[in-house]
């Protein structure tokens, strides 16, 4: 390992995108997915499902940081962080798959599995994913290489959110034979299996290049100083939170709001694709698009500015959908793709800025925290992932929506209502959140020069 800045080879970046790829056919799978399921397959009440979404952050308010910390002081002839990913794939795959596999429990049985299901889910997904992450870090010491690394991860992230919204209901369908009850596991059966050879392969393809920090002060409590210390990192937290939450709000009632507010069915309508699936990967092939020009703004405007503007117009364009009629349809779909579009540079320029935010904090303190550093941004991204799908399911529930059943004028202006004000309104809010952080590319500049020379005298003693 070494601390001079590395450029890193271009099959070493795709592998690396791979493990996102890995990730998104669950994280976007479960966030698209999950409320449908659980409401449609399962038969559980949408506002029951909202407490179910939200019960298991309490577990993860622990778990997460203290996967952080073990990760940092992981010590094996892989390297810090790259062992879990041949530790943890298999048994990712394994808990996908069983969170979708529709066992047929009583009511309340089903109700247990389900808690029990997601909540290992959740933590797999922290266990691989925080490591994963952090990863990133010590590939290279370069703020740039990082930033074409993030974009990298996030064009395979945005490929298995392709892969979802491509192939799962028709895969469903096909695999069922019409039923979703035997298709929903079926199909994720057949995506663990994918997903755990693609993060075997990221684990294969990468390396750690950062020499890990000799630690004079082991103590969690002093990390965790040090990162409350971090204002850059308190502020991409509560952006982080905002973010998902909008994100999730789309990502749960998408399917549902198609179904009772548009009309479609199950019907094909492009190719293979039914009217749900064409909106979703249409999205996903604009989002991917987007993710290339990551650097191109970043060169011109810089990581921030990229960042606050693109949230703040796309956060206004989704208020903008409320205007859709119902027989609006491809309205809908030209005004997705835009906006996934707009939408598309923003994640991989979040994930660029955290480096550079356990970077600053590293720099600040004397500590390096990365893996803590990004359980915690990780957590505070579940928490807005699940503050957005628990929404969905009160506000549903609260207003007498049933599955299979015709809606109310009043559960139809809900859908409407949680398909584009309350996720814009995040998403405004977000951009507005992201004025405080001061951050800037001149700043790294120094930064990334005066650590490379503590470490570099850090490894000599």
Known sequence: MSTKPHRLPVQEKIGYGLGDTASNIFFFGVNAWIFFYYTEICKIHPTTVGTLLLLPRFWDAISDPLMGALADRTRTRHGTYRPYLLWLAIPFGICGYLTFANPQFSEGGK??????????????????????????????????????????????????????????????????????????????????????????????????????????????????????????????????????????????????????????????????????????????????AGVFFTGMLTRRFGKRNSLMALTLINGVLVVGLFLIPRDGYMTLVVLNIIGNFLAGPTPALVWSIYTDVADYGEWKSGRRVTGLAFSA?????????????????????????VPDQPPSEEVLSSFRVIATVLPGSLAIANGIVLIWYKLTEEQMVVVERELAEQRKSSSAE
Not at 193 to 221: C, G, H, S, W
């Open 377 to 401: 941004a990780m957590f505070s991204q579940k928490l807005g992932i699940t503050i957005g799908g628990s929404l969905c399911g009160w506000i549903l529930g609260g207003v007498g929506f």
């Open 111 to 288: 109700l247990i599995y389900a808690y029990i299901t997601y909540i290992a889910l959740m933590s797999a997904y922290t266990a691989i994913n925080v490591p994963y992450s952090a990863l990133m870090g010590v590939m290279t010491s370069s703020s740039s290489e990082r930033t074409s690394l993030s974009t990298y991860r996030f064009v395979g992230a945005f490929s298995g959110q392709l892969i979802i919204s491509m192939t799962f209901l028709p895969m469903v369908m096909a695999l069922g034979g019409g039923d979703k009850g035997v298709g929903f596991p079926r199909a994720m059966g057949l995506l663990a299996v994918v997903a755990t050879l693609m993060f075997l392969a990221t684990f294969a393809t990468t390396r750690e290049r950062i020499k890990p920090q000799v630690r004079k002060n082991n103590d969690l409590r002093g990390d965790l100083g040090s990162l409350f210390r971090n204002t850059p990192w308190i502020i991409m937290v509560v952006a982080a939170i905002l973010t998902l939450s909008s994100a999730a709000v789309r990502w749960t009632i998408t399917p549902q709001y198609l179904k009772y507010y548009f009309g479609v069915g199950d019907e094909k309508f492009f190719l293979f694709l039914d009217k749900i699936s064409f909106v979703q990967t249409t999205g996903s092939i604009a989002f991917i």
